[in-house]
């Protein structure tokens, strides 16, 4: 018997690869100058999912993302390595979310899409590093969750077995389908796109993609179902407005300040008593030390 | 009511590290809102637990104590927690930032419908005016944490709802005893009153966990020292400025070939890598072998009497002058200026 998995994804600025051009002079990020990538943990997810469906046949992976229309880039990156479809949750009424009105949102897709086995997703996104939606879905969609998982050890009918990495050691668990893993990036890299599927997928669109060239895109999909990528608003999954974005979210931004962008030059002082009292009042001044 | 509690961590037979530094930064919290310091322990064989925590403070400590709650499982630890603030409205919940907090915290946050930060940096009381709704809210949590990639940091609060919900990391806050003979209140609960049968539903099956000697590798302040520090004596002066800064000392492997300390210490090529927010090198010459290592690192500072050493072309500050002088001064000026 196969499973039906639903990996949960998001398209993340790539925070690793931070160059100088990252921050506006205002002290406001500047997401021109950074990458759009498949969060790192997300690929770990994937591969987790698709492992699945190597061994048992008949399963389906279907990854779902919440962003705006060109995050579909990430179901395109997910076809590419084997997921079977995609879903695309987006709307303005989205905007603004805190991990809970996110969570929120994803629950009330995965409930549209139902008949799941298996959640799967990373353990955080590298953009906030909070960890906190993989178990909030859980909750919203009262499954259990096994959190930090870094491999299937078995699976049999709705008999699981996971090993996770906790801090400093391993710890094994068993727990009863459905549930949600959220996985580490101690677990298998995913594997690389696969040439058959890029030609078979590269034309694969959300219906925002498609708008412009709706006529063409109509004509090209026809009989070919599996390049729609689905794409859902607030409506479409029965969502209420008031618990997503900022209207949902009970954490608000108070300040944010920019603090490691600066030049690379050089500061060069003594080791006296006032040079190095001044730096360190500096570097407590910027939160550097605490 | 609205006491400030902290979620405190058990394992064998002691409350984590990082437990007892929330209950010390709770106490600051609980004294700033003039209320109480509550303490939460779920676990097994929990009769001794009072003497480790209410030295910090405590002023109430809950127990549940049953060995299904050891060790620790999602399903049941939440259970109890959503259903003990439903009774006790808390206004303020402090967790680790550890595989248990960051598993357990936004499971009850998503069931209470109230804020979590993670990771926070820094917590302190504060006011916000919400200019829209043209409303100013008193003595909110301030939950100050580093965001995207750590490049800014971001002051959280929530208004709103409660508890307001914070995890910080191991070794941010300060572990101080208030008073070793501080009397609070103890409640043992019955556990059944809070958690199901179907709450077991996941168990642990197999467990080595091993306590880690140092965390060097996941450190945001690292103090590293190389062959100028000249003698084990004075490489030991690290450890100290560590200790204040709360963050771990590094090694060269000159420094570690000279005997000055252990190789697990070593940063470089052939030892571990490192990407701290801040980076003190202290009489490092600065080889290519371990500036691979530590380039990564947001802030370098360079204590070096050599004002040519390799090392200073990539340090954000350049300090001449000698390590064993230095750094004393460090230790001092810190000390005299942070709160």
Known sequence: ?290 | MNNVFVYCEFEGKAVAEVSLELLTKGRTLANKLNCKLEAVVIGSGLDEVGKQVFPYGVDVLHTFDDKRLFPYTSLPHAAIIIKLFKEEKPQVCLMGATVIGRDLGPRVSSSLHSGLTADCTQLEIGSHEDKKAGKVYENLLYQIRPAFGGNIVATIVNPEHRPQMATVREGVMKKEILDPAYKGETIRHNVNDYVSDTDFVVSVIERHVEKAKHNLKGSPIVIAGGYGMGSKENFDMLYELAKELHGEVGASRAAVDAGFCEHDRQIGQTGLTVHPKLYIACGISGQIQHIAGMQDAGIIISINNDPNAPINAIADYVINGNVEEVVPKMIKSYKKNSK
């Open chain 1, 1 to 290: 018997m196969g499973y039906k998995i639903i990996v949960l994804a998001k398209q993340v600025p790539d925070t690793r690869n931070v160059g100088k051009d990252a921050m506006n002079a205002d002290g406001t990020i500047n997401r021109a100058a950074l990458p759009a990538i498949f969060n790192p943990e997300d690929l770990n997810a994937l591969e987790l999912a698709l492992r699945i469906k190597d061994q048992f046949e008949g399963s389906v992976v279907a990854l779902l993302t919440m962003g705006p229309p060109r995050a579909s880039e990430i179901i395109r990156e997910g076809l590419f390595r084997g997921a079977d479809n995609g879903y695309l949750l987006t709307d303005r009424a989205f905007a603004g979310a805190d991990t809970l009105a996110t969570s929120y949102a994803l629950a009330t897709a995965i409930k549209k899409i139902g008949g799941y086995d298996l959640i799967v997703s990373g353990r955080q996104a590298i953009d906030g590093d909070t960890a906190q939606v993989g178990p909030q879905v859980a909750e919203k969609l009262g499954l259990p969750q096994i959190t930090y998982s870094e491999e299937v050890l078995s699976l049999d009918g709705d008999k699981i077995v996971v090993r996770r990495h906790i801090d400093g050691g391993i710890e094994v668990v068993e727990g009863r389908l459905p549930l949600l893993l959220t996985v580490n990036n101690s677990a298998a890299q995913c594997r690389p796109r696969n040439a058959k599927l890029v030609q078979k997928y590269k034309y694969a669109q959300s219906k925002s993609e498609s708008d412009p060239m709706a006529e063409r895109y109509a004509e090209m999909t026809k009989g070919r179902d599996y390049l729609q990528i689905t794409e859902w608003g607030v409506a479409d999954v029965d969502g209420d407005t008031a618990q997503c974005g900022l209207s949902g979210s009970p954490t608000k931004v108070k300040k944010v300040e920019n603090i490691v962008f600066q030049a690379k030059e050089s500061k060069t002082m003594s080791g006296s008593d006032e040079d190095v009292e001044n730096l360190i009042v500096e570097l407590l001044n910027n939160h550097t030390i605490g």
